[in-house]
């Protein structure tokens, strides 16, 4: 919107009127820097109130590009925080997918340790077995002979 667009548009709304007060009561135009020289008539020391109420226009222009410049500010901020807030969360996801997996996986390397243990001591008891048998068979060849 351009400074000419704000102006007509303020002037079909009909939002600034001559004299209009401000919340803390005092006037619009006594709110202005008193350093308004050129707003006061050369001659017989009048007001210009069309100037100074074309430079509160201005002055209105300019706040209201500033304001959408910071809204506009604000609200990539705001994106940009959700942008990484999501990647915060999917991170802190895969964190915990990855300590459950880990979990597990060391839950399965212990069964397998345990596992493994039973299968030496399976090894031996069948190796004892063996021997044992052998022992047996030659007591019974020596028997029957």
Known sequence: ???RDYKKSVSEKGETTKGSTTSLGSSALNSRPSS???SVGPENGDIDYKKLYEEQLEEN????????????DLRMAKETIEVNNKKNNT??????ADK????????KLSEMEEELKLLEQLKQENQRLKDENGA???V???LSK
């Open 61 to 72: 222009f300019r706040v209201l590009e500033r304001l959408r410049g910071t809204e506009n």
């Open 36 to 38: 308004r020289g050129s």
């Open 1 to 3: 919107m351009t400074l």
């Open 140 to 142: 019974i060849s020596k």
């Open 100 to 107: 459950r997996e880990k979990r597990a996986l060391e839950r």
């Open 91 to 96: 991170r802190l996801a895969m964190a915990e």
């Open 136 to 138: 047996l068979i030659r």
